[in-house]
């Protein structure tokens, strides 16, 4: 044992990930714009739905606006999100305009 503890240990370096920082916050965003798109178009045709049986005799449709609603908001949430890393950063500035 003291053998053992008296060797010298020599420690792997730190793996890092072979994907650049960059690259791993552009995957998340797309990530979060497809969930985003699944969530907000699954709503909006619920609703659709809801509102065909209780109001619009069972038409078809209302489903469809609302899951182009939907689709729509999340699209639009989507690019301003990527064009939000475009500009540049305006953190603690307030921006007066005439």
């Known amino acids: 044992m003291a053998d053992e503890s008296s060797a010298p240990q020599t420690q792997a370096p730190a793996a890092r990930s072979a994907r650049p920082l960059s690259e791993a916050l552009l995957n998340d965003k797309w990530d979060r714009c497809l969930s ?3 969530i907000r178009s699954g709503l909006g045709l619920s609703f659709g739905v809801i509102f065909s049986v209780l ?3 069972r038409r078809a449709w209302p489903a469809y606006v609302g899951l182009g609603f939907g689709a ?3 699209v639009e949430e989507c690019d301003n999100s990527f064009k939000r890393a475009a500009r540049e950063s305006r953190d603690g500035l307030r921006v007066l305009r005439p």
């Open 72 to 74: 729509g908001r999340a």
């Open 36 to 38: 985003s798109l699944l």
């Open 55 to 57: 109001l619009f005799k």
